[in-house]
């Protein structure tokens, strides 16, 4: 094994083994542990995210796969039947799926050679991020997707840093769970390849068996959502052209870049400069270098919209750049006052980060930011949304005109509506986007429709619609879901049967 940056040559001598100590030192675990305090500290004073509802009631219709993602994450939601429908039950799992991150990015950091310090500095970026703050709160794919970036990337580091092989199948099972989890690990698998093929150091591995056998290993935890993909139409093609679209804009272009150094924060931004730096030039890393190059391309390429998509790279960039950082603060005549640096870096980009990804702000001052706080402020509403639905529901049937289905534009909408309007015994509750679509309308009657932002779509098919009330969040909070009209149809000119191939959205 030869040291970090060795050549092709250096790699056919017959060498002493090294021993290496990657052990993960107690500052990083104790950081990993602090991050999941907070982050279940936090988890219930806003309310559901909109995938979260969706995730909810997707977990009681359990299947292979979904229109939009694999199952799951939809699986596990399922679990919040031991402890409550609630969002601190929703939320515990992504809270240890980040604070593994933490952990595995010191684990990194000590595959990369990098000595006690450097393993605190990367788990304390991981643990820092916006971007990680700012999901792994959430009850959805991300948070368990971005562990299966990292879990991967360590398994493939540690087999060919360590000339330990059977850690691709490892790997293999880490990536067979992600994929079953979220696509993109995809993405991840292909860049991996190509920068093995692309590294003379490790060029040779992929005439082994055990990359191979990892990938049999993925691709047969994957079979059963493969196989549901195809038997479907492989709806999955469908949204990623729907998300291509809806996310390159000239704006996501423009702004892809800057929010991707954003993701990162006040103390990421110069690991990750760092980090790219000595991937590039350590021979034996620039595997690394270029699956991360080519992923941060094909985001900002593709989908510069979604930069986040990215960000299952950032604990080994970051994790990279916390090596030169060890080495900054060595070599300086006063280390304590670098150390210093990266504290007050650290701190300052913590208290800018922390209003913005996470739900600590009071909800009656978020209308004073506008909308810098809209997506965070997104679990805001729901229960409000479902009475003001059912106080159009009841005073309907009061005037002799009792809705029998209510019809929502968004899988949110009808997500609060299913999790929320137990009480008020509402109408059956449909939707065409997603895989409510693919649910179908069921049994529900198409008489007299109570829509929520859905006007647009059933005006077409319905002899009258009209408008009965406006939506808004309390406390004036601005979000993604201000505005919503809440109305009734009547006149069908089908049956929901004939009329469901016209109600299908996918986004």
Request: aromatic share 10%.
């Amino acid at each position: 094994m030869s040291a970090i940056g060795g050549t092709a040559a250096d790699q056919s001598r017959t060498v002493p083994a090294i021993t290496h100590d990657d052990r993960v030192p107690l500052a990083a675990w104790v950081i990993a542990a602090a991050n999941v305090v907070v982050m279940l500290a936090v988890s219930d004073r806003y309310g559901f995210q909109q995938d979260e509802l969706y995730f909810l009631v997707a977990s009681h219709h359990l299947a292979f796969g979904y229109v939009d993602q694999p199952p799951l994450a939809v699986l596990l939601a399922r679990t919040t039947d031991l402890f409550g429908v609630n969002p601190a039950a929703i939320q515990v799992l992504p809270a240890l799926a980040g604070g593994a991150m933490v952990v595995l990015a010191a684990r990194l950091a000590a595959l990369f050679d990098g000595g006690r310090a450097a393993r605190v500095i990367a788990a304390l970026a991981v643990a820092i991020a916006p971007v990680f703050m700012a999901t792994n709160h959430i009850g959805n794919t991300t948070p368990y997707d971005l562990l299966a970036w990292t879990v991967v990337t360590v398994c493939v580091a540690t087999a060919l840093l360590r000339d330990r092989p059977r850690w691709w199948l490892g790997a293999g099972v880490a990536a067979g769970i992600g994929i079953e989890d979220e696509y993109l690990v995809l993405t991840l698998l292909a860049a991996l390849v190509i920068g093995i093929l692309a590294t003379p150091a490790h060029r040779a591995v992929m005439t082994t068996r055990w990359p191979w056998l990892g990938g049999v290993i993925a691709l047969v935890i994957w079979l059963p959502n493969l196989v549901w993909q195809f038997a479907n139409g492989l709806p999955q093609l469908t949204m990623a052209s729907v998300l291509h679209q809806g996310n390159s804009s000239a704006a996501d272009y423009a702004g892809g870049l800057p929010q991707q150094l954003a993701a990162a924060g006040l103390l990421g931004i110069p690991l990750v400069i760092a980090g790219f730096i000595t991937l590039w030039r350590a021979g034996q890393l620039r595997f690394l270098a270029v699956a991360a190059t080519l992923v941060f391309i094909f985001v900002l390429a593709w989908v510069p919209g979604k930069v986040y998509y990215a960000d299952g790279m950032l604990p080994a960039v970051l994790a990279a750049g916390s090596v030169p950082a060890e080495r900054w603060i060595a070599a300086a005549r006063r280390p304590r006052a670098r150390r210093a640096a990266i504290g007050v870096l650290a701190l300052v980009g913590t208290v800018v980060a922390v209003p913005l990804a996470l739900p600590v702000l009071p909800i009656a001052s978020l209308h004073k930011f506008g909308g810098a706080t809209a997506n965070i402020a997104d679990g805001i509403g729901w229960p409000q949304l479902t009475a003001d639905v059912a106080a159009q529901d009841a005073a309907l049937t009061r005037a002799g005109q009792p809705p029998t289905s209510i019809f929502t534009g968004s899988y949110a909408e009808a997500g609060a509506l299913d999790v929320y309007g137990g009480r008020y015994h509402l109408p059956p509750v449909i939707s065409g986007h997603n895989t409510f679509w693919l649910w179908g309308p069921g049994n529900a009657s198409d008489k007299t429709v109570l829509y929520v932002d859905a006007e647009g779509q059933l005006w077409w098919w319905f002899a009258n619609c009209r408008q009965l009330a406006v939506y808004n969040p309390p406390d004036q909070v601005k979000n993604n879901w201000n505005d919503l009209a809440i109305g009734v149809c009547t006149g069908p000119t089908g049956s929901w049967k004939t009329l469901w191939p016209h109600m299908k959205h996918y986004d």
